[in-house]
């Protein structure tokens, strides 16, 4: 079945520090690739998203991820942390089933704290 | 980016009672609305697909008596828990696909916190 894994469930960093999310997916056709922020208290916002070309991919922010095929995994980072990153980072993968239909798969999330 | 807002934000209910959650496009036609569920500390489940027009696709182990799901028109989806117990308490999070550009992204309201006491 077509799973998406998110490695660190919860991960403290100081302000400044860099950051990396990592997100394997298993599933072998070709996918959409995203990942989501959930700030306390709100909703779910798209940082960034990877459907072809450079798989080196930029988002809002400062973040970026990278498409590593042959390893299936969409790992996001940051160079430099800050206090207002703080939030629930959630990775996801758009699968296509017959019939055309399609569904995102989550990840468990990741929960990033960042102390001043 | 696109809107789409929930109804309520959060709601109490007693047991054997049923809630209904709307769900707005508020800025575009969505053909597709999705419903998730979302435990504490957990990740988005999948609850169903909600296509315009026609009936919704539930997922395996969603049982679809209990939520039912209407999506009369290209802006409105609703969920309704019938017969709410306290194991239905959860996060409930809709979304809505934009179908007008490139990439039919998906825009996810606000949620709803719905409690069954």
Redesign the interface.
């Known amino acids: 079945a077509q799973s998406v894994s998110q490695h660190n469930h919860h991960v403290i960093l100081s302000e400044a520090a860099s950051l990396e999310l990592g997100c394997n997916y298993s599933y072998g056709g070709t996918v959409?690739l995203f990942w989501?922020v959930q700030y306390p208290g709100?909703?779910?916002?798209?940082l960034l998203?990877y459907?072809s070309g450079d798989p080196l991919v930029k988002g809002i922010k400062g973040f970026e991820a990278e498409f590593i095929k042959s390893k299936f995994s969409f790992n996001l980072r940051k160079p430099s942390v800050q206090w207002s990153d703080t939030a629930e980072y959630?990775c996801a993968v758009k699968a296509d089933f017959s019939g055309g239909?399609n569904?995102?798969?989550?990840?468990?999330?990741t929960?990033l704290a960042v102390h001043p | 980016?696109a809107v789409?807002s929930q109804h309520p934000s959060w709601v109490i209910c007693k047991s054997g009672t049923s809630v209904k959650i709307e769900c707005r496009s508020l800025d575009f036609q969505a053909t597709t609305m999705?419903w998730y569920r979302q435990f504490p500390?957990?990740?988005?489940?999948?609850m169903a697909?909600s296509n315009e027009g026609s009936k919704a696709?539930y997922e395996q182990g969603v049982e679809k008596d209990k939520f039912l799901i209407n999506h009369a028109s290209l802006t409105l989806s609703t969920l309704t828990v019938t017969s709410a117990h306290p194991e239905d308490s959860s996060f409930y999070?809709c979304?809505a696909r934009d179908s007008r550009g490139a990439?039919n992204?998906?825009f996810?309201?606000?949620?709803t916190r719905l409690t069954v006491l």
Do not use: C, D
């Open positions: 959409n989501y709100q909703h779910l916002q798209l998203k459907f959630f239909y569904k995102l798969i989550f990840g468990a999330g929960r | 980016g789409v999705f500390k957990q990740s988005l489940m999948l697909t696709t999070i979304s990439y992204e998906q996810f309201g606000p949620g």
